[in-house]
């Protein structure tokens, strides 16, 4: 029995419209690839890397693996074909290759959706928002970031380099200098910090509710908040980087100041503070610190990154002091466990993470006296925001 005419026209706009939506996520993903340059930007071409990574987590067929490669070569030529730029940085062949396979991951799963039956849909569409989370977050950093180069001319780069110098070296200059003299170390340091991306995407694979004994975890949305939050509180005390105030000296001679006033610098990026690089693979560290294997992982990847944001002049170590106690913030609120020790938890480190900002903003930060007393207050920026964690059984 033939069915009839006014049910086959329904089902085959329905088949129209979802190859029409599978078209528009293709144009969606050159478009993107293309504007972004993925080919030489490591930041986006880690995060679709990363959904490649979550793309074989959904157990796709074999068929939907070859899609998925074919339509990464697809993506990869019309790239190629466009001028897209090709430039070697720190894990290229891993990042711009894993980053067109990640885009063709993306298409099929967008296609899976599409053509997904009315009762399977919901899942399919959460397995592409798990996909699109890491390259989503890292593409709204990127437009945060140019934007604020626009919306903030003045920033207080001199004010925390003058900072920096209680220090003595000041760190940047001397990990920099480190950098050019051990060629080897900056190539490892520079792999940690371009692989973030990914790393985020691997750690959101693992179940963190059984990542701590005595509370819940949600990874993910712990991961977004900070994003957020940080791009939120570089408004506060805007900043780019030593390598961007001083281009001619670093790392090679450490200039003197003239003023260490807020002042106009050139539009580039607004990269903190705090270091949400640092932030974030703080955060991984902590969640993943009681498997030994992933903790010893994760401390080597905060370690290289913390030398990287330093070394490659992109900030301050200022910038790197503001980070734990805001990762003591976000957790508490991304946590389950006693409300009075996480509301604590969460007011220490945001009472913390503000006071920073506004003594830097305020210049009050530069009456600490140099050496022991500035050193002291660093490490007290480490230890109280681990103390807390532990005592709220974060």
């Given amino acids: 029995m033939q069915p009839e005419v006014s049910t086959l026209v329904p089902r085959r706009m329905e088949r129209a419209y979802a190859w029409i939506q599978i078209l528009a996520a293709a144009l969606i993903l050159i478009l993107a690839a293309g504007v972004l340059k993925i080919g030489s930007a490591p930041y986006i071409a880690f995060a679709f890397a990363g959904s ?187 900043v780019s980087g030593p390598v961007y105030l001083f281009p001619h000296d670093f790392p090679s001679h450490v200039p003197a100041l003239a003023k260490a006033a807020p002042s106009p610098l050139q539009e580039v990026p607004r990269n903190g503070m705090p270091s949400l690089h640092v932030a974030w693979t703080l955060l991984l560290f902590w969640n993943l610190r009681r498997r030994p ?15 990287a944001t330093l070394g490659s002049g992109e900030h301050y170590l200022a910038d790197l002091i503001v980070a734990p106690p805001l990762v ?30 506004i003594a830097f903003r305020t210049g009050i930060a530069l009456s600490i006296p140099s050496g022991a007393p500035v050193w002291s207050l660093a490490f007290l920026s480490l230890a109280l925001p681990a103390g807390v964690a532990r005592w709220a059984k974060l």
């Fill in 293 to 307: 294997v992933l903790a010893a992982v994760c401390l080597g990847l905060l370690v290289l990154t913390i030398l």
């Fill in 328 to 357: 003591l913030a976000i957790q508490s609120v991304c946590s389950r466990g006693d409300a009075v020790r996480l509301r604590w938890a969460f007011i220490l480190g945001a009472a913390a993470t503000l006071a920073w900002l």
């Fill in 52 to 238: 490649f990574l979550i793309f074989l987590r959904t157990s796709p067929s074999r068929a939907e693996i070859a899609w998925s490669v074919a339509a990464g070569a697809a993506f990869a030529l019309v790239y190629y074909l466009h001028g897209g730029l090709l430039l070697p940085y720190f894990g290229s062949e891993i990042g711009t290759t894993g980053g067109f396979l990640g885009m063709g991951a993306v298409e099929v799963l967008a296609a899976r959706m599409a053509l997904a039956n009315p009762e399977e849909r919901p899942a399919s569409l959460r397995r592409l928002l798990d996909a699109a989370l890491i390259p989503s977050l890292c593409l709204g950093s990127m437009i945060a970031v140019s934007i604020a180069a626009y919306l903030t001319p003045i920033t207080y780069d001199p004010v925390i380099y003058d900072f920096d110098l209680k220090f003595g070296g000041p760190p940047s200059w001397v990990v920099g200098a480190a950098f050019r003299s051990q060629p080897w170390l900056f190539s490892l340091a520079g792999h940690a910090y371009n692989c973030l991306p990914l790393a985020l995407s691997a750690c959101l694979l693992l179940d963190t509710r059984r990542l701590s004994r005595h509370s819940e975890v949600n990874l993910m949305f712990a991961i977004l908040l900070l994003g957020v939050a940080g791009f939120a509180l570089y408004q506060i005390c805007p």
